[in-house]
């Protein structure tokens, strides 16, 4: 078969796949969002009572789509100082003989801070945007991996915990993989997307954080991907070595990345509610996110 037939037979592939995923309403992404940040969880600190309901939720979801579990149990349960984290991690194994041993890992953080500032009687930091919406785009994604069954190499789905106390969950991975860190090829790491910042003026970006920074190929991938089918607006401004944000080591792709690992940082910037009480659902762009969470899965994908 010539090339340019395999090129087309692929794009093909991939506007079926990209359609596939808009059975994945902004109102699904939005039953995950309510339920994560509602006030019954508190804020999601990790290892309290809210962020174990929280990661039975997540289990849940992985045992709807069919995502086995990563081991024996979807808990990879992890000590430090005063606490015990646990992240939930599932498994999809991949569909090609030679690839499948190779490990994309797509990740989020589920955590969040608890309880925030009292504000009107109010002190429970729900944490809609960091990161039930990460999550939920997370959630999504996986689902439509795991009903496909197309992936061929094998994709590891980690919500990790203790993402706000210094990216421990993350960290107790890398430093603990049942599968080596060798055999993984990149990290998608999803931390907010569902808010626009003060730097633009619609829904239609999103920001990329470390995508050339350990490989050209997996950047061109996301450049490509992203014109064959979104035209989103990829904003580098924080992928500046010299950024005095440092947002490129300060969410749980960081771990993967000093190990050398490929990692991508999706990302909408910073907004007047973060790590407040007022970090609320109804504040949230679904579509953004739905928007997004397509262009993470065929980039994965």
């Known amino acids: 078969m010539k090339l340019k037939t395999l090129l087309l ?39 309290t009572q809210g962020e174990l ?38 498994f999809i194994e991949g569909s090609d003989p030679e690839l499948k041993d190779e490990i994309v890992i797509l990740g989020a953080h589920y955590d969040h801070i608890g309880l925030g500032p009292k504000v009107k009687n109010d002190s429970i930091a729900n944490g809609a945007n960091d990161n039930a919406s990460g999550t939920a785009a997370v959630l999504a994604i996986a689902n439509r991996l795991a ?11 980690a919500l990790f915990s203790g993402e706000e106390k210094g990216l421990l969950g993350s ?28 730097y633009h003026d619609n829904s239609d970006y999103v920001y990329l954080i470390g995508s050339d920074r350990l490989s050209t190929e997996l950047h061109q991938i996301s450049e490509d991907v992203n ?6 607006e990829l904003d580098y401004k ?21 190990n050398n690992i490929p990692v991508i940082f999706y990302f909408n910037g910073i907004h007047a509610d973060y790590h407040k009480t007022s970090d609320t ?10 928007k997004i969470s397509r262009y993470i899965f065929l980039t994965a994908w």
């Open 9 to 47: 037979a692929g794009l093909f592939i991939q506007i079926a796949f990209a359609q596939d995923f808009e059975k994945v309403k902004p109102q699904d992404l939005r039953s995950s969002v309510d339920f994560l940040s509602s006030d019954v969880l508190k804020g999601r600190e990790t290892a």
């Open 53 to 90: 309901v929280a990661a039975q939720f997540i289990r849940s979801k992985f045992i709807e789509a069919g995502i086995k579990p990563y081991f024996n149990t979807y808990f990879d349960t992890f000590e430090s100082t005063r606490f015990k984290g646990v992240n939930v991690v599932g």
């Open 147 to 157: 009903r496909l069954g197309t992936n061929k190499r094998s994709v590891i789905v």
């Open 171 to 198: 960290k107790y991975y890398a430093e603990n993989p049942i599968y080596p860190l060798e055999n993984t090829i990149a990290n998608l790491n999803v931390d907010m997307i569902g808010r626009i910042d003060d």
């Open 227 to 232: 014109k064959q089918h979104f035209n989103l």
């Open 238 to 258: 924080f992928n500046e070595e010299d950024d005095p944000n440092r947002y490129y080591y300060r969410s749980d792709h960081y771990n993967f990345a000093k």
């Open 281 to 290: 659902v109804d504040k949230i762009h679904f579509k953004k996110i739905q």
